[in-house]
């Protein structure tokens, strides 16, 4: 059985940084397209980043967070990791990451097998 575990979400100033990473066990991780996405307090889902796998490693990223954020992956440490830079109060959210693209829209999370339980990401002005 997949599963995801993330870690790194925290309170910040605007502007400062935090680094997310996502532990995954139980699956073929190099073999995954991997995703975050976020859920802003009363709004519904949103795409984030995603990345391929199985060595392609193109990634993708919500316009939001271009230039901002960044995302990567240690196949050999099965761990995903979101880099994020200028925090703004906007990207205030719950960040979870999603492993496994199975069909669909692939900036949903429901395109995606898995997903973990989220971590808190509070950015105050």
């Known amino acids: 059985q997949v599963r995801l575990v993330e870690s790194g979400g925290g309170s910040v100033q605007t502007g400062e940084s935090l680094r997310l990473s996502c532990a995954v066990s139980?699956?073929?991780?190099?073999?995954?397209?991997m995703a975050w996405f976020r859920q802003p307090p009363g709004k519904p889902h949103e795409h984030v980043a995603r990345?391929?796998?199985?060595?392609?490693?193109?990634?993708a990223y919500a316009d939001s967070v271009k230039g901002r954020f960044t995302i990567t992956r240690d196949d050999a440490a099965n761990t995903l990791s979101l880099q994020m830079n200028s925090l703004k109060p906007e990207d205030t959210a719950v960040y979870y990451c999603?492993?496994?693209?199975?069909?669909?829209?692939?900036?949903?999370?429901?395109?995606?097998?898995?997903r973990g339980q989220g971590t808190q990401v509070t950015v105050s002005s």
């Open positions: 990345i391929g796998g199985v060595m392609t490693h193109v990634t």
């Open positions: 139980g699956g073929s991780f190099k073999g995954f397209t």
């Open positions: 999603a492993a496994q693209f199975t069909e669909g829209d692939p900036a949903s999370p429901a395109a995606y097998a898995y």
